[in-house]
C-alpha cells in the first residue's frame, strides 16, 4: 500500500473518531442540561431560609435577637454537615413592622431569592400578611409570633405552621393563674391592633369561667409614649388587676408610667406576654411585681437539659448574654424545619410538611408538637414574677412561679377555628 493510500485511511479513522466522540460528547451535554444539571445544581445548592423581622421600629431589640438566635440555629446544622452536604443560609428581611412591607419583602425572598422556607414576624398582623403570601405561592412558613387568627381556617393552609404561642393559650394561663390570686375586678391597657385584641379576647375567655368582671378596656395606638391620660381613669375604677396587653417599648412606657403614678398600690400589673427585653430596658423598680407569661426564660436551665444547651451556646456565640423569650422563638422556628429536612430526606415541600407534623420535639424548653389540624405548636407556658432583689446576676429579673404543661385543652378547638375534624 502507498504512503497516500495508508494516510488516507488513517484520516478517515480520525475522522470517525471524532465524530463519535464529539456526538458523544454532545449526547452528554444534552443528557445533563436541564434536567441533570438542575438536579446536580439542587443537590450543591444552600437551603434558603426566609426571615422577615421589623429590624426597625418598636420591637426592633426583640426581633435583633431572633435574628441572633436563627443564625445560631443555621450555625448548628452546617457545623453538622447540612443536610447531604448542603448548607443553610438566612435571608434576614426587615417588614418594618407593617404588613405591606412584609408582603413585598415576603415575596421577593420567594421569587428573587428563591427561599425554600419562610420563618419569622414580630406582629400579629404583619404575619397574616406574610402568611397570605406563602400559601398563594405553596411555600412553608413558620411563624414565630403570636396570634390566633392564623390558626383559624379562613387564614390558614397546610403550609402554615405556628411555633410561637397563641394569645389563647398564653393570656389564658396568666388569668388562670392570676385571677384567683389578685381580684375579679380586671381593666385592660389595650395595644390597638390585632395582638392586643386577641390577648384580651384570651384573658376574658379564661376569666369567664373564673366570674371576672371587665371595667374598662382602654386602648392605644402602637408606639404611644404618654400614658397618663389613660391611668387617672384607670385608678378611678378601682380595678384589682390591669392586664396591660402591649408590647415592646409600648410595655416598657406602660409599666414605667403606671408605677411612677402609682398605680401598683391599689392594682395588680398583669402582661399576657412579659418580655425579658423589655424587663432589661424598664428596670427592676419598675417592673418588681409585675406577673406575666412567656415562651421561655433563660433560668429554665435549672431544671430543662435543653434549656442549658441552647444557653450555653448562645453565651459563646454572643459574647455572654442570654436568649430572650423571643429570641429562642427564632431558633425553634427555623430548628424545627431544618430538622424536618433531614427526617424527610428531602427538601421537597410536601415531604418536609409531613416530618414536621410528625415531630415530637425538645430543642429548648421541654416537649413539644405540632397539633394536626392548625400546626400549632403544644408547648408549655410560663408564669412569671419580675424581681428586683435576690438577683442572682443582671440576666436574673425573674421568678418562675408556675408552669402550665402542653395541653390542647388549653387550645381553641379545631371545631372553634373552622377545621373539619
Known sequence: ???????????????????????????????????????????????????????????????????????LAIKEFNDAGGFKGRKAELLVRDDKLNPGEAATRTLELIEKDKVNYVVGSLSAAVQLSINNVTKERGVIFNSISQSDAINEAKDWSKFTFH?????????????????????????????????GHEMVRGFQSAGKALGIETVADIRHPIGHSDYSAFLPRIQALKPDV???????????????????????ETTKLVAPVLLYTARQAGGGDAFDGVIGGTSYYWRLEDTVPTAKALNDKFRA?????????????????VKT???????????????????????????YKGPQYYRGCDHQSVQSVLIIESKSKDMKNENDVFNIVSVEQPDEANLRSCGELGHKT
Open 317 to 333: 456565640a454572643y459574647g455572654g448574654i442570654v436568649p430572650s423569650d423571643y429570641g429562642a422563638l427564632g431558633y425553634a422556628g
Open 163 to 195: 411555633e410561637a404561642m397563641n394569645p389563647h393559650m398564653t393570656a389564658g394561663a396568666v388569668g388562670r393563674y392570676a385571677f384567683p390570686k389578685f381580684g375579679k375586678r380586671v381593666a385592660f391597657l389595650t395595644a390597638d391592633y390585632a395582638y
Open 242 to 264: 390591669l392586664c396591660l396587653c402591649n408590647f415592646g417599648r409600648d410595655q416598657v412606657n406602660s409599666v414605667k408610667q403606671a408605677t411612677d403614678f402609682g398605680l401598683k
Open 1 to 71: 500500500m502507498s504512503q497516500n493510500k495508508r494516510g488516507s485511511s488513517n484520516q478517515r479513522a480520525v475522522s470517525r473518531r471524532s465524530v463519535v466522540q464529539g456526538a458523544a460528547a454532545i449526547g452528554a451535554a444534552a443528557a445533563l442540561s436541564p434536567f441533570w444539571f438542575n438536579i446536580a445544581r439542587a443537590q450543591t445548592e444552600t437551603i434558603k431560609i426566609g426571615f422577615p423581622v421589623p429590624l426597625t421600629g418598636p420591637f426592633g431589640t426583640e426581633a435583633q435577637d431572633q435574628v441572633r438566635a436563627a443564625e
Open 337 to 363: 424545619v431544618l430538622t424536618a429536612v433531614q427526617n424527610a430526606g428531602a427538601t421537597d415541600t410536601d415531604k418536609v410538611i409531613e416530618a414536621m407534623r410528625a415531630l415530637k420535639y425538645d430543642f
